[in-house]
């Protein structure tokens, strides 16, 4: 048990920045929150919890639709594309200032 923890530890730590900087920029910058009602709407139907149980399977599913169509929507519009440039500008930018800082400081990192 103490080796998987540790393992998963030591990916976790290796990919934790760009991995977690990825999901945050999706859940900030597009529309994942129909993807999540569309779970739990479908989670709802299928344990037979009420009012969703009755709901036509039409209104259960058409959240993945929806967010199927935002998705293709984004993409063919270049707001993807637009997006992931202003997050590498931006970090691109955060790099610099660091740099600077740390120039300026004596060159110490932190």
């Given amino acids: 048990m103490a080796g998987t923890i540790l393992t998963v530890t030591a990916v976790f730590k290796w990919c934790n920045y760009v991995w977690l900087q990825s999901i945050l920029f999706t859940l900030q910058e597009s529309n994942v929150y129909l993807l999540f009602l ?7 139907k299928l344990a037979g919890v009420e009012p969703v149980a009755h709901w ?29 440039a ?4 931006q970090r691109k930018a955060e790099r610099l200032a ?10 110490t990192k932190g």
């Fill in 38 to 44: 569309a779970l739990i709407l479908l989670g709802l």
């Fill in 86 to 89: 202003m997050a590498d500008e």
């Fill in 98 to 107: 660091e740099a600077k800082k740390r120039l300026h400081s004596g060159g």
């Fill in 56 to 84: 036509s399977w039409w209104w259960v599913l058409s959240p993945f639709a929806l967010a199927a169509l935002w998705w293709l929507w984004s993409d063919l519009s270049g707001r993807t594309t637009r997006l992931a």
